[in-house]
């Protein structure tokens, strides 16, 4: 409903009457502007125009979700399921909420319960993905959807969304992987590996959701310090991760002598 109109949206946006004439193409204007809202896109009116709220939000007061997920195969349209979902809501400088959740489950290959150390048991009475999923969905309101590799977690999430009866994802998104390869150098950008090199999480236990959350969070911060003056509000931010160039490390040849 708003692929047409994202890049106008995020920049200078887009005048009240046009963007109700688009609405009205779906549904009652009023209701698809509230299912929108109810999706996560931060859609605010502002002098006569629909403009996201994080076009014009300083970059300090942007509210970030930065979430993991753990999941038992990696394409929902296997069947392949959230088994446990991680976040904080992080907005002036801290961390002002926190949800961790396992998800009922009935089946962890062997692999996945070696790899994150998620049991069946620690997921048989967990609460059900839709009592997940709609809290989670409440939590994260309209917040910037950020994750390290965010497609794969976006999309995953989007798509347990709409298996338990919500509507998909139409939040901002924020990739710290990419946000990182654009702030400094490194010779990977793996959060296993920059947690290591950059000491950012001390006691983190990677490939649990909440611990990965948090040390993504903290990638996150540590590339904020690097910034350009001309990076001033989210929507600049997001623009930033997706545009400017990258700063990989190069890696020297490995010689005998």
Do not use: W
């Amino acid at each position: 409903m708003l692929e047409k109109f994202e890049n106008a949206l995020s920049k200078q946006g887009i005048p009240r009457i046009k963007f109700i004439k688009h609405l009205q193409k779906y549904a009652d204007p009023d209701f698809s502007l509230e299912l929108l809202k109810a999706q996560g896109a931060p859609l605010y009116e502002h002098q006569g125009k629909f403009i996201y709220k994080t076009a014009i939000q300083p970059l300090r007061h942007g509210k970030f979700c930065i979430m993991d997920i753990e999941t038992n195969g990696s394409k929902p349209s296997t069947g392949a399921t959230i088994i446990e979902l991680g976040a904080v809501i992080f907005q002036d400088g801290k961390i002002i909420n926190t949800f961790e959740s396992f998800a009922q489950c009935n089946e962890i290959p062997m692999n996945i319960q070696k790899l994150t150390g998620i049991s069946l048991d620690d997921t048989l009475n967990a609460p059900s993905l839709k009592d997940v999923m709609f809290k989670f969905r409440e939590f994260l309101g309209d917040s910037v959807f950020v994750a390290h590799d965010v497609k794969f977690d976006y999309n995953f999430t989007s798509a347990m969304m709409q298996r338990v009866g919500l509507e998909p994802l139409s939040n901002r998104k924020l990739c710290t992987f990419e946000l990182a390869q654009r702030s400094f150098k490194a010779e990977r950008y793996g959060l296993k590996h920059l947690n290591k090199t950059l000491n950012l999480h001390t006691e983190a236990d990677h490939h649990r959701a909440l611990s990965d959350a948090i040390t993504a969070l903290e990638l996150m911060k540590v590339s904020m310090q690097t910034l350009p003056k001309k990076v001033i509000n989210v929507e600049d931010l997001i623009r930033f991760s997706k545009e400017a160039p990258r700063l990989r490390k190069e890696v020297k040849k490995q010689t005998k002598e």
